[in-house]
């Protein structure tokens, strides 16, 4: 009879979160090539060897950042394909993924880097994970449009476009503070950028009546 794997100790959990967060920052601002184990051991006062015992290769570490993005992003993000209302469906999406985009910064460069270089070593997860959630998603929003509570358009570019624009203020946030002379963006700027994306997107999807077409059908409440 096999025996169970025990459960990490504390101290162990303790120690690879550390390692997880350090190797975090350093690929987000270096890159994998710019990144070496020994750095990432160097500047937690540990040994090669001894961040070794937690991972096998620099690369099993470098995947491990990437899943540990890619799980938090995936468990933020409202499911629209189960959702009932389109419209607030598209809030919680925004919502969620800006969020995500102000909290996980160094995690966000990091997913960056590795989409921006060709997803040399994470396409076959993001195939994996992230391909069946959008076709999920398109196939809501698709069913939605056959029942008349949307707009048909591209619905595969309009979750490009939803993650394009709030991924962007994590990727470009520094860039976007700069501008508006502030050293960080703070709270009423991300409820801002949240009701335009919102106001956008929803106004691309929302029927109007007939009579309505000339008028100002795409307004949409900003407030709710």
């Avoid at 040994?47 to 690369?59: A, D, F, G, T, V």
């Avoid at 502030?182 to 009579?211: H, T």
Wanted: aromatic share 8%; net charge negative.
């Amino acid at each position: 009879m096999s025996t169970p794997p025990r459960t990490p100790r504390a101290t162990t959990l303790r120690r690879q979160e550390a390692i997880m967060a350090e190797a975090e920052r350093q690929f987000a601002r270096a890159g994998f090539e710019g990144v070496s184990l020994d750095s990432i051991a160097a500047a937690l006062d540990l040994s090669r060897q001894n961040l070794l015992y937690h991972w096998p290769s620099k690369e099993a570490l470098y995947l491990a950042v990437l899943d540990g993005v890619m799980n938090e992003w995936l468990a933020r993000m409202g499911d629209v394909a189960a959702a009932d209302d389109p419209e607030q469906a598209i809030r919680d999406y925004v919502r969620a993924k800006l969020l995500f985009s102000r909290e996980r910064p160094t995690g966000n460069a990091v997913f960056t880097r590795e989409i921006m270089t060709g997803v040399p070593r994470y396409a076959e997860a993001l195939k994996t994970r992230v391909q069946p959630l959008l076709q999920a998603d398109v196939e809501r929003f698709e069913r939605w449009a056959a029942e008349g509570r949307i707009e048909r358009v591209d619905f595969t570019h309009l979750i490009f476009v939803l993650w394009g624009s709030t991924q962007a203020y994590a990727d470009l946030g520094p860039q976007f503070a700069l501008f508006m002379d502030k050293p960080v963006l703070d709270d009423e700027d991300f409820a801002r950028a949240e009701a335009l994306i919102v106001r956008l997107v929803w106004g691309a999807l929302r029927v109007c009546p007939p009579a309505s077409k000339t008028q100002q059908c795409v307004e949409v409440d900003v407030q709710a």
